[in-house]
């Protein structure tokens, strides 16, 4: 079955970094456009970043230019989210999607707390 499995989330404090990895997983990544996206209960998801099947063109969230990185390996069938300067209003549940075939993982959590 095609998903994504993420990891690399967990607790870190304000100011801190994590680096995110998203392994596809019964399909082949280079294939696809993918984005990270968010979730905090009670609220919308909302968009992070994304980029193009071939690694250009990344877009980026206004609330996380400048902080955030998006990437991929497609020989190893893995996007990356590096996330640095965090503040708290980046914890969330955070998840790959490949948009064109509405492919989604469980999400890795990331906490930012003091």
């Known amino acids: 079955q095609e998903r994504f499995v993420e990891s690399g989330g967990g607790l870190v404090q304000p100011g801190g970094s994590l680096r995110l990895s998203c392994q596809a997983s019964g399909f082949l990544l280079k294939r696809y456009a993918i984005t990270w996206e968010r979730q905090t209960p009670g609220k919308a998801r909302e968009f992070v970043a994304g980029i193009a099947s071939n690694g250009e063109s990344p877009v980026y969230a206004d609330s996380v230019k400048g902080r955030f990185t998006i990437s991929r390996d497609n020989d190893k069938n893995t996007a990356y989210l590096q996330m640095n300067n965090l503040k708290s209003d980046d914890t969330a549940l955070y998840l790959c999607?490949?948009?064109?075939?509405?492919?989604w993982g469980q999400g890795t959590q990331v906490t930012v707390s003091s």
């Open positions: 999607h490949a948009p064109r075939d509405d492919y």
